[in-house]
């Protein structure tokens, strides 16, 4: 009888193999999945015999160790593609999962940034690269500011933006081929100003010794590129400098500050969708919801009977 470690491993192979899923998405899964063997081994139990009371277990315990009602809801989708996996293959007989509920859950509307505070954070990535008077670090200041119009000029993944091919972006193009989630490929139209950022960026990085890379923002590290935590300290540092809480600002928040904006200023949901690399254009209408509650706050805030 395979063990527990066994099956999750040939689970993760076929996510691989046959659904292209990313190393991010991968190493998700195995971290829900070993969670969650490690739970059935205090109680004695393996995979193959866990009933749906066992999984209801799991996420009493999930609770009390204090996740939230959406993480705990996606540790339960992960636990639901296990199981079909194993139905499939002829592992089990059936799939526990199927009668479990989910969590309740409210919809978290996400946080953005309002296009002033964009604004102050370019503006500070700018003014960080002008007055950038080391090599190195007007290297890195220059490197900042690239990432940051790109994210905000395309709203892509971070995982996608640290990534990006150095051919990713030629000269004189306006566009540029994002390869995504599911290895699924999408265009993106790109800005002067982001253009104009990565040539310069580009010129100091030629310039360093550092043109050679595979990649646009080439870095030491083992996966050869910009790591996203780097990113992400960085962003939170030029917050900072911005006038802006580190806590507001995150690469995700900016992809949700373009969306938002987009929509704020005519844009119509199908093509933000696209432009996002959403499967679903239900994953795109939360930022409906965001506009929608902008309204309200403003009439509340504002009409003169609203507090009549």
Request: charged share 25%.
């Amino acid at each position: 009888m395979p063990s527990n470690a066994t099956l999750v491993e040939a689970f993760l192979e076929m996510m691989s193999a046959e659904r292209g899923a990313a190393g991010n998405t991968l190493a998700a899964y195995r971290r829900d999945l070993e969670d969650f063997c490690a739970f059935l081994g205090k109680g004695g139990e393996t995979v193959l015999a866990a009933d749906a009371a066992v999984v209801r277990g799991y996420l009493v315990d999930l609770d009390d160790r204090g996740f939230s009602p959406r993480s705990a809801a996606r540790r339960l989708s992960a636990l639901r593609q296990f199981h079909r996996f194993l139905y499939a293959e002829g592992h089990r007989g059936d799939d526990p999962t199927g009668t479990v509920e989910g969590p309740r859950q409210g919809r978290a509307l996400p946080k953005i940034l309002s296009e002033a505070d964009v604004d102050r954070l370019l503006g500070a990535a700018k003014s960080e690269a002008e007055a950038a008077d080391d090599p190195a670090r007007r290297l890195a200041a220059l490197r900042l500011a690239a990432l940051l119009e790109l994210l905000y000029a395309t709203g892509l993944r971070v995982s996608e933006l640290v990534a990006l091919p150095a051919r990713a972006i030629a000269d004189g193009r306006r566009t540029m081929t994002v390869r995504g989630k599911g290895r699924k490929e999408r265009m993106v139209p790109l800005t002067h100003a982001a253009i104009d950022a990565v040539s310069g960026y580009r010129a100091a990085l030629k310039k360093a010794g550092g043109g050679a890379s595979p990649f646009l923002f080439p870095a030491d590290g083992a996966e050869g590129h910009l790591a996203r935590q780097v990113f992400a300290r960085d962003l939170k540092s030029l917050a900072g400098l911005a006038g802006i809480p580190a806590a507001k600002v995150s690469p995700h928040v900016l992809r949700h500050a373009f969306a938002s904006h987009l929509l704020q200023n005519g844009a119509d949901l199908r093509s933000v969708q696209q432009l996002l690399g959403h499967a679903d254009i239900s994953t795109t209408q939360i930022y409906t919801h965001v506009l929608e509650e902008r309204l309200r706050r403003l009439v509340t805030d504002h009409h003169p009977l609203a507090k009549g």
